[in-house]
């Protein structure tokens, strides 16, 4: 089951979702984003 698409940009993302099979935490993000 995936979780719904957020709202706003102020959200977490569960831990399920967040950390490898072994239990290392990953993050994903984009890099082509400019401030």
């Known amino acids: 089951m995936l979780p ?3 709202k ?3 959200f ?3 831990e ?3 950390t490898t ?3 290392e ?3 994903i993000y ?3 984003y400019k401030t």
Do not use: A, I, Q
Request: proline share 10%.
């Open 21 to 23: 099979h072994s239990g």
């Open 30 to 32: 984009d890099s082509t």
């Open 4 to 6: 719904t698409n957020p």
């Open 16 to 18: 399920l979702y967040s």
């Open 12 to 14: 977490e993302v569960p």
């Open 25 to 27: 935490n990953f993050l």
């Open 8 to 10: 706003s940009s102020d």
